[in-house]
């Protein structure tokens, strides 16, 4: 569990890095001189790079293993963002953004398989992705705050350069921290690959433990589209809200909201004891509901709203990551969750666009709703077997 630890940390760091930046990179480019159209572009270039660099990813850590993509993810990312204090232009910005987006899409990944990895059983996979999904709430609860009270205190260049030290401090640490091996080889065992059906033995244990020789079917990455897609949607429209346009801290306030209903389900660990589908499946239709309701503008303040959409997340994020580790062999975790990366990252770069297009006509929480309900019905749900603990 020592790695388990390790692995947290390094998320929990990566992602208190990017969710820092939230707050402070809209000011830092209008510092630049950069046009509010550009500065949309500067922000959603991140998700186009991750694109490429999930695929890579995917490839790359089941050939290699986890170890070296995490360390250098981390020690890249940390040096890009020295060069991002010192930028003057909002096209070397751009750029930076652009780097930056490829060289982190190697982490979630990397990280993700690794944990697959030194699982003992199923149960105990849904109890680390639900850890993963802790971490990375904590970290966007906590990072959007510090981020603005470091650039109040330290200004913009310091602050990057403060953030940049800390992921390379971390990278190093992951050198010594990080033990691959020794889970691999586990994982081998307990997840192994299937070569014919001749090898009734390795089909046995591989059904043993859940994993499945086919593939993983494409239709279903329609429902962690649809989640990010629904996401990116909150993320443009909430700001621009009556309740939320007076000032930038209510604006936060409300983003924090959502963070807090996530903590609360993800504390609720006997969630984890049912099956993942099941959470996946009931988590995105209520999911869907409460952007139903606020589409019409049921009576619910905003607030709890905002609660139930954050608990709905704290289901369905580590429900996706663990029933994608319960029917994927062990040399396949790493493209899996690559595709998942790459879902996620089209999602939240389809949404705000959708929602920008469509608001002056139509509520863009109800576009939420409906990509939701859609990707439930698409959802291939007689591909996924009951899975064993």
């Given at each position: 569990?020592?790695?388990?630890?390790?692995?947290?940390?390094?998320?929990?760091?990566?992602?208190?890095?990017?969710?820092?930046?939230?707050?402070?990179?809209?000011?830092?480019?209008?510092?630049?001189?950069?046009?509010?159209?550009?500065?949309?572009?500067?922000?959603?270039?991140?998700?186009?790079?991750?694109?490429?660099?999930?695929?890579?990813?995917?490839?790359?850590?089941?050939?290699?293993?986890?170890?070296?993509?995490?360390?250098?993810?981390?020690?890249?990312?940390?040096?890009?963002?020295?060069?991002?204090?010192?930028?003057?232009?909002p096209?070397?910005?751009?750029?930076?953004?652009?780097?930056?987006?490829?060289v982190l899409a190697f982490l979630s990944p990397a990280c993700l398989s690794l944990l697959a990895k030194i699982a003992r059983d199923n149960v105990q996979q849904s109890k680390?992705?639900?850890?993963?999904?802790?971490?990375?709430?904590?970290?966007?609860?906590?990072?959007?705050?510090?981020?603005a009270y470091l650039v109040a205190k330290l200004g913009f260049a310091l602050s990057f350069t403060v953030l940049g030290w800390i992921l390379i401090i971390t990278g190093v640490l992951?050198?010594?921290?990080?033990?691959?091996?020794?889970?691999?080889?586990?994982?081998?065992?307990?997840?192994?690959?299937?070569?014919?059906?001749s090898n009734v033995p390795a089909l046995k244990n591989q059904k043993q433990a859940g994993a499945l020789d086919e593939p993983?079917?494409?239709?279903?990455?329609?429902?962690?589209?649809?989640?990010?897609?629904?996401?990116?949607?909150?993320?443009?429209?909430?700001?621009?809200?009556?309740e939320a346009s007076g000032s930038i801290m209510t604006s936060g306030l409300l983003f924090s909201v959502v963070s807090l209903g996530a903590l609360v389900t993800l504390s609720m660990l006997f969630i984890n004891r049912f099956s993942?589908?099941?959470?996946?499946?009931?988590?995105?239709?209520?999911?869907?509901?409460?952007?139903?309701g606020m589409s019409v503008s049921w009576p619910l303040p905003l607030y709890v709203s905002l609660f139930l959409i954050g608990m709905a997340k704290g289901v369905i994020f580590p429900a996706i990551a663990s029933l994608l580790a319960s029917v994927t062999s062990a040399n396949r975790y790493g493209r899996v969750f690559s595709f998942?990366?790459?879902?996620?990252?089209?999602?939240?770069?389809?949404?705000?666009?959708?929602?920008?297009?469509?608001?002056?006509?139509?509520?863009?929480?109800?576009?939420?709703?409906?990509?939701?309900?859609?990707?439930?019905?698409?959802l291939p749900l007689k591909a996924f077997k009951p899975v064993q603990a």
């Open positions: 569990m020592k790695t388990a630890i390790w692995l947290y940390l390094f998320m929990f760091v990566a992602f208190f890095d990017l969710h820092a930046q939230y707050p402070i990179l809209s000011p830092f480019a209008i510092s630049l001189g950069a046009a509010p159209s550009f500065i949309g572009l500067i922000l959603g270039v991140y998700s186009i790079t991750h694109l490429p660099g999930n695929l890579l990813a995917g490839y790359g850590v089941d050939k290699y293993g986890s170890k070296r993509f995490i360390v250098s993810s981390l020690i890249v990312a940390g040096i890009v963002l020295l060069v991002q204090s010192r930028v003057t232009d096209w070397q910005l751009l750029y930076i953004r652009s780097v930056s987006g490829f680390l992705m639900a850890g993963n999904g802790l971490v990375h709430t904590m970290a966007s609860v906590l990072s959007p705050a510090v981020g992951a050198i010594f921290g990080v033990k691959e091996r020794q889970y691999t080889l586990a994982a081998a065992q307990l997840f192994p690959p299937v070569h014919g059906d993983v079917p494409w239709l279903f990455f329609v429902i962690p589209l649809g989640l990010s897609c629904s996401q990116g949607i909150l993320f443009f429209e909430l700001p621009l809200m009556k993942p589908l099941l959470r996946t499946t009931t988590g995105c239709l209520a999911l869907a509901l409460v952007f139903f998942l990366s790459i879902s996620y990252s089209i999602g939240a770069f389809i949404g705000p666009i959708v929602a920008g297009h469509i608001r002056s006509h139509t509520s863009p929480y109800f576009i939420a709703f409906v990509g939701l309900m859609l990707a439930l019905c698409m």
